[in-house]
């Protein structure tokens, strides 16, 4: 193992030694939700500032635009039908792209409210679409459009296609962020990232019961941030929390201890799994999106999760 890597449990087998992150694009001013599309071999993500979506073609290596403006777009991720799905901090909505193309609003407003700047959304196998809400695409016009919050707080959002309705489920949180289930989605982990509005401000993951009806039940806090913040992560195979910190990405077990550590020599923002076999680990540091091989096996986001006989 060189530095590159720091390995706390060597049973979790974590990481391939010899691999070296290959930076795919450079020259972004703040990269973020990255998302993986198998059936395109492809990834989507985020340049914030710089308002567009890019997309990486996994087989030539080609870097381009896929949209700009992008509505300061953030957070992707695929539905579990292979569409994009993205959080927007300039228009503060959710948006689907369709098929043919054409850009459906899936949410703007809570109670006749406008949202906050949604910035991060994971979609259940249920359909359902579970976005975060803080103020980043508010407080200023670098990540977003500077205005007034209309929400009383920053909350957790289910949007249920079906009924089209949108529920605050998690309303406890002071600056949500990044998020995401459980292999069998008995559990949704939630960043909250308001240490970036104060020093005693929250820096953690908090971990949620999911129940049937869609509610949640706080379980507390898994892990502070020791280096850094936490803003995005992905949940593995074995529930391991893969995350984004200050020095690169940190592993955890689902009861937060350490496993280990890929020090990228600067931030690691948000970050997913890739590849046919979600084996590719896909990072997004500030100006540079890096990829690597790794052991893990992401969560499968475009398969229906089997109820065991
Ligand atoms: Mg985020």
Redesign the pocket.
Known sequence: MSDLYQVTDPAARLFLGHEVPETIYSGAKWN??PAYFPASRSLVWSDIPNDRLMRYDELTGAVGILRQPSHHA??NTPDRSGRLITCEHGARRVTRTEFDGSVTVVAHSHNGLKLNSP??VVVKSDGTIWF?D?T?GIDGDYFGNRAKREQEGSHVYRFDPSSETLAAVITSMNQP??LAFSPDERRLYV?D?ARTHGPDLPAHIRCFDVCENGAVEDRGVVVEASVGLF??FRIDEEERIWAGTGEGVHVYSRGGDLLGKILTGGIV??LCFGGLKRNILYMCGATEVLRVPVRANGVNLHKGVETPA
């Open positions: 973020e939700g953030n957070g910035n991060d975060s803080p980043y962020n990044g960043v990232s803003d995005g923002i948000n």
